[in-house]
């Protein structure tokens, strides 16, 4: 009582308090209801108390799942509703967060809102240290501790911009952005119709401007900026963004409108161009099909088996080695070079850790990597065509989980293989991936893709990752989580390519989406650095390339409610993938962008200029 009498002495004349709370997880009781009163007495705002209810002006909820959630919401009480922490952020988390908000901003009955669990990852540096690296329970010989249930902040305890701060960012946006129907202006020439919602209670849309740009294929092919129309709290306004019928008509290939709402003038909080609000509206996505490769001047493969073990084929183009035993690419060597590394083709990788996943999944404890290995059922191959066709059938055994896989390689004169993966977990699957794991040459430290970027994304968590071109390295693709976990994951990915400082690359183009990480470790050698600074201990040479089927998304199992179904491995069910490992040739020509065309606008004129006269610069 008497803590509670001076928090509210301290902290009355604060309007950012907008109700008292009486504690947190303190049980309940004579005491509680004694504390209520004595908050009363002092100040008439709200309190609330998780803990009990019935003595609170407002009910409480901790991690609810989303059905209990609308169960609890729909009860017919009359009190508010708020869920005083969900969506635990523990290591690399923030799943199914859209869906919360979609049900509490837009369909709940008496919900007022929900606090994310929380902001700031509480880690500590050693005493004497200097060196950035941070820690967390049981570093410092502490015992009894909570080893890394501290670090759940959606932002890191050096306050670095994470990717879980930008999907709450997205998903809290004031400013909603939806595409009518008509999504284009009648009689014009090819604009785009947006409808923006104003949520703001104290600001209008036209202290703001709309920056847009349209990408074809993942590549910048316009951007402007519009000033918006004057739209109080809680209205709407429409307005016709200017692509032109090239691409609002254009069904061959992926057309993307990409927008950010911006501050026009700087404000006490931000400057000039802060962006409040962003959103992405698809207007074409056409069904991908990897189109049998150009053959011109290629001469047939040759084919031998080497030691009875060793099916190797090749031409001046393109030489590949299979291990017959093993049923497993063992070499490529793509333009002269070797593409792999270890021998280390494709093999089956249904392993991630990451904190927040459950700490049961299925009946199976999860976070030490399971004994795991591959056998060999079927090894088959044909000549057809000038190629070769390999079929390796094998089933993976995780403990206790046995997932049959198929893994078919079309190796092709022009220089490319065609992989085709198909995985039939059964009834007691319980792992959180079905996906295939390479080890490539070191020197293709380079990456880009056409996917979801730039920052890592998954499917659970990608509001916020536009779909674009991004490079990067895969020194820079790690993430700097304290509790060391999977990371990196890239969504809905087109193309790949693999590249090195002296020109060589390697690309892979799929033929549906799929997800794809790029690392110097293993996810085995992730979960055993244990702290992030410790990676370089566990840090190999060579790129470890995944190639994902199907990843889970991250849900929120650390504390609270695990992955939506919807986002899972369904047992029983079929999944398949296929992609094209091609070399640099065939990679460029498969990732190109586009020839750029300077075009006028009405009113403009080019004169003697050339795209070098222009000074590239980020959107």
Same mark, same amino acid.
């Given at each position: 009582i008497d803590r509670a009498e001076r928090m509210v002495r301290r902290d009355r004349l604060h309007p950012s308090v907008i109700f008292w709370s009486l504690g947190?997880?303190?049980?309940?009781?004579?005491?509680?209801?004694?504390?209520?009163?004595?908050?009363?007495?002092?100040?008439?705002?709200?309190?609330?108390?998780?803990g009990m209810n019935s003595v609170a002006d407002m009910d409480s909820q901790m991690y609810p799942s989303l059905e209990s959630m609308e169960k609890r919401d729909r009860n017919g009480a009359d009190k508010p509703y708020i869920l005083c922490e969900y969506a635990h952020a523990m290591g690399n988390a923030i799943g199914n967060l859209a869906e919360y908000w979609d049900y509490i901003e837009n369909k709940s009955v008496r919900m007022i809102g929900a606090c994310v669990w929380d902001w700031v990852d509480q880690g500590i540096t050693r005493y004497g240290e200097n060196n950035g690296n941070i820690y967390f329970g049981g570093a410092f010989g502490d015992m009894p501790n909570d080893n890394d249930f501290c670090m759940n902040g959606i932002i890191t305890?050096?306050? %670095?911009?994470?990717? /879980? @701060?930008? =999907?709450?960012?997205?998903?809290? =946006?004031?400013?909603?952005?939806?595409?009518?129907?008509?999504?284009?202006?009648?009689?014009?020439?090819?604009?785009?119709?947006?409808?923006?919602?104003?949520?703001?209670?104290?600001?209008?849309?036209?202290?703001?401007?709309?920056?847009? /740009? &349209?990408? %074809?294929?993942? @590549?910048?092919?316009?951007?402007?900026?519009?000033?918006?129309?004057?739209?109080?709290? *809680?209205?709407?306004?429409?307005?016709?963004?200017?692509?032109?019928?090239s691409l609002s008509e254009d069904k061959d290939n992926d057309i993307t409108l990409q927008v950010e709402v911006a501050l026009r003038e700087p404000v006490r909080w931000a400057d000039a161009g802060h962006v409040v609000a962003s959103g992405e509206v698809i207007l074409s996505e056409p069904v991908r099909h990897l189109a049998r490769p150009e053959a011109s001047g290629a001469s047939p493969l040759k084919t031998h088996v080497e030691e009875d073990r060793y099916l190797c084929c090749g031409n001046d183009r393109i030489q590949a080695r299979f291990d017959k035993l093993e049923g497993k690419l063992v070499s490529l060597r793509l333009d002269g070079g070797e593409v792999l590394r270890l021998g280390g083709g494709p093999v089956f990788n249904g392993y991630r850790y990451i904190s927040n996943d459950a700490e049961r999944f299925r009946g199976v404890e999860y976070h030490d990597p399971l004994p795991t290995s591959i056998r060999l059922s079927g090894f088959n191959y044909h000549e057809a065509d000038g190629g070769l066709t390999v079929e390796t059938d094998h089933v993976a055994s995780v403990g206790k989980t046995e997932v049959p896989y198929q893994v078919v390689y079309e190796?092709?004169?022009?220089?490319?293989?065609?992989?085709? &993966?198909?995985?039939?977990?059964?009834?007691?699957?319980?792992?959180?991936?079905?996906?295939?794991?390479?080890?490539?040459?070191?020197?293709?430290?380079?990456?880009? *893709?056409?996917? %979801?970027?730039?920052m890592e994304n998954y499917r659970d968590r990608k509001d916020a990752a536009f779909l674009g071109v991004y490079t990067s390295t895969v020194t820079d693709m790690a993430e700097p989580y304290a509790r060391t976990q999977s990371m990196g994951g890239r969504t809905d990915v087109r193309w790949i390519r693999l590249s090195s400082s002296d020109g060589r690359a390697v690309g892979i183009t799929a033929e549906a989406p799929l997800e794809f990480s790029a690392q110097h470790f293993t996810d085995e050698e992730i979960f055993s650095a244990k702290y992030f600074h410790n990676l370089d201990m566990? %840090?190999?040479?060579?790129?470890?390339?995944?190639?994902?089927?199907?990843?889970?998304?991250?849900?929120?199992?650390?504390?609270?409610?695990?992955?939506? +179904? /919807?986002?899972?491995? =369904?047992?029983?069910?079929?999944?398949?993938?296929?992609?094209?490992?091609?070399?640099? +040739?065939?990679? &460029?020509a498969e990732t190109q962008a586009p020839q750029l065309v300077l075009k006028a606008a009405p009113g403009c004129a080019f004169e003697d200029i050339t795209l070098d006269d222009f000074e590239m610069v980020d959107y």
């Open positions: 947190n997880e303190s049980g309940g009781g004579s005491n509680i209801v004694a504390e209520r009163d004595a908050v009363r007495r002092l100040d008439d705002r709200p309190i609330h108390y998780e305890a050096d306050r %670095r911009v994470t990717a /879980k @701060l930008l =999907q709450v960012k997205k998903v809290y =946006q004031y400013v909603k952005i939806t595409q009518p129907v008509p999504e284009l202006v009648e009689g014009d020439e090819g604009s785009v119709l947006l409808r923006l919602e104003n949520r703001y209670t104290s600001c209008d849309l036209s202290e703001m401007e709309l920056c847009y /740009k &349209a990408l %074809r294929n993942g @590549l910048l092919v316009a951007s402007g900026k519009m000033s918006l129309p004057r739209t109080g709290p *809680w209205e709407s306004c429409e307005v016709a963004v200017p692509l032109g019928k190796v092709d004169p022009s220089g490319c293989v065609d992989v085709t &993966a198909t995985f039939r977990p059964g009834e007691e699957f319980a792992l959180h991936r079905l996906g295939l794991r390479m080890l490539m040459d070191p020197a293709y430290e380079n990456v880009s *893709w056409y996917g %979801r970027g730039p566990v %840090r190999r040479s060579e790129v470890v390339l995944n190639l994902d089927c199907f990843m889970e998304g991250l849900g929120n199992g650390s504390c609270g409610p695990a992955t939506l +179904e /919807k986002y899972k491995i =369904q047992p029983g069910k079929t999944y398949s993938c296929k992609f094209r490992i091609s070399g640099a +040739e065939q990679a &460029a």
